[in-house]
């Protein structure tokens, strides 16, 4: 159970919310409309990050997952692992994700996504070397997205687990 308590959702910024999830609204979604603000700036944000970028699905939710598997954000995980085997990523190779960095058996791209993903999200200073893979990897533009969404999903991966959304559900 969530640390707050659920807000009832009207009004615009509720409305947009919804329209850009097909209608329903998630418990996240429900706890960020304490401060329509925020709920209104997030949903811009992750909606292009999510729907408006480049960067292939599969390279994308590879970052959120791992990021999900290294913050302990298991809401975080149970929303995006499907999409992430949606996207081709071998089912069996999901709880690679949560071993600690060795991803030893991910494809060559996934593994550098893995590495930047638990640079960024660790130790926040990427080494040069690094950098300069998934440059060549994604290009400019890929690699300020590959960027972007990881700094997103530590924000949202950070919101769940300090007010605990979806904790306790299945």
Do not use: K
């Not at 997030?42 to 598997?69: K, M």
């Amino acid at each position: 159970m969530a640390r707050l308590p659920d807000v009832d959702p009207a009004g615009e910024v509720a409305e947009r919310v919804r329209a850009r999830r097909g209608g329903s609204l998630t418990p996240l979604d429900r706890m960020l409309l304490h401060s329509e603000p925020l709920a209104d700036g997030w949903n811009t944000l992750l909606g292009a990050v999510r729907s408006r970028f480049e960067l292939a699905a599969d390279l994308r939710e590879l970052a959120i997952c791992r990021i999900a598997a290294l913050n302990d954000a298991d809401y975080e995980w149970r929303a995006h692992a499907p999409l992430l085997v949606r996207a081709g990523f071998p089912e069996e190779r999901l709880e690679l994700l949560r071993a600690d960095r060795d991803v030893a058996g991910l494809r060559a791209e996934h593994a550098t996504v893995v590495a930047y993903t638990d640079a960024v999200t660790q130790d926040v200073r990427v080494p040069a070397e690094l950098f300069a893979d998934v440059r060549e990897l994604l290009g400019e533009r890929g690699t300020v997205e590959l960027t972007a969404t990881i700094a997103a999903y530590n924000m949202v991966s950070r919101f769940l687990v300090a007010l605990e959304i979806g904790e306790n559900e299945p």
